[in-house]
């Protein structure tokens, strides 16, 4: 039984990693982060000293929302279908920037797609305009998180623009977002989809080619098709929990508009505040319409009295708890206000490009 390597999550090593695996020449891989603790918890999730599943290309690291270290088996074949699946959605093969880290399956699946097209992907300097200037490919993407995209907007619109197509994901994209990057006609197009689904799979609310979706009795979101893993690593418990028939359990919950899908926040996003039920994801949502709140995240901290009170993390200037308290009140119940508001200069960040939950919740606890 094959046994796995872990590589230095570097673009180059990942890159020369990835080309053995899908032409079948090479050896199954875990990339590591950077950073000492991260390559532990990769190393503890990938174990690399036991046999390894039949059929994994490749193993990523995610933990969720538990915090535990799981390790995604992916197959060769999952990781070649999406990106087929991703460019016959986007007009055709093409070249691709890597402005994220290859050791995330964002990062990963852009080296896929450079090899399964052929092309040579280009790294990210120190400047996204001049890395963008040396693609030469006919067809032009990238590929990132919406903090970056946020970013590049203020500083590298010019660049966006001469992108064919630029997928946002590892995390939702807030509506104001949506709307710069469409008046500023950079071709943003916002992707659902997770470590499991071997990276995005949803493209503006729409199944690639080769997945299907359906939600359940408790709007949770069900996918099925060939960019899904294989299972957890050494996990046969926890695979069988959330892979059945072939579909995946996702922890998200979603409705269907016109036929397209919309994730309207995780299963565990509800809290119970002083009896009431409070839906986080649609808090945070009406904190980032004020027009002074530049992002927002809310969350739920066990209080002793409330059982769990709604906490406000926001970023922007000259903002009130009570303001803020009544802007939630004119179109939600006054229950669902935040009880605290904490204003940050910017939300902290995992190096995946989400907003680190844990570290906020840790400081106010």
């Known amino acids: ?33 950077d950073d000492a603790a991260g390559a532990a918890r990769v190393e503890q999730a990938a174990a690399p000293d036991r046999p390894l599943e039949d059929g994994c290309a490749v193993v990523l690291t995610t933990s969720g929302s538990s915090g535990e270290p799981k390790g995604v088996l992916l197959s060769r074949e999952a990781l ?31 080296l896929t797609r450079s090899l399964v097209a052929g092309t040579t992907p280009v790294m990210l300097g120190e400047s996204f ?10 067809r032009r993407y990238t590929a990132m998180v ?30 104001p ?32 080619d080769g997945t299907s979706i359906s939600l359940d009795a408790e709007q949770r979101i069900l996918i099925k098709g060939s960019t899904l893993f294989s299972g957890y690593r050494l996990r046969p418990e926890l695979t069988a929990e959330v ?33 009431v039920n409070v839906t986080l994801t649609t808090v945070q949502a009406r904190l980032l319409e004020h027009p002074r709140v530049k992002d927002a995240v ?17 970023v922007g200037v000259g903002i009130e708890r009570d303001e803020l308290r009544d802007w939630v009140s004119e179109t939600l119940p006054r229950a669902w206000a935040p009880r605290d508001v904490i204003r940050l200069d910017a939300l902290p960040m995992l190096a995946s490009g989400k907003v680190d939950r844990q570290g906020l919740l840790e400081g106010v606890r």
């Open 1 to 33: 039984m094959a046994r796995l390597r872990l590589v230095p999550g570097t673009p180059d090593e990942v890159l020369a990693a990835l080309a053995g695996v899908l032409d079948g020449s090479g050896t199954p891989f875990a990339p590591l982060p």
């Open 80 to 110: 070649i279908a999406s990106a087929h699946a991703t460019h016959d959605r986007l007009g055709g093969p093409g070249q691709w920037l890597l402005p994220m880290k290859p050791y995330f399956v964002g990062g990963l699946q852009i």
């Open 129 to 138: 305009t001049e890395s963008a200037a040396a693609m030469t490919g006919a």
């Open 146 to 175: 919406p903090t970056q995209l946020a970013r590049y907007l203020e500083t590298d619109a010019d660049a966006l623009r001469s992108f064919d197509a630029i997928i946002i994901g590892g995390a939702s994209t807030p509506e």
């Open 177 to 208: 977002l949506k709307v710069k990057a469409a008046e500023a006609g950079v071709a943003a197009i916002p992707a659902y989809g997770m470590t499991e689904t071997g990276s995005g799979c949803v493209y503006a609310g729409v199944p690639l």
């Open 243 to 275: 892979l059945k028939d072939g579909w995946f359990r996702t922890q998200d919950r979603g409705e269907l508009v016109d036929g397209r899908l919309r994730v309207v926040g995780r299963v565990d996003d509800v809290v119970i505040s002083g009896g």
């Open 298 to 314: 809310a969350l739920g901290v066990p209080d002793a009295e409330w059982g769990t009170r709604v906490v406000a993390f926001v």
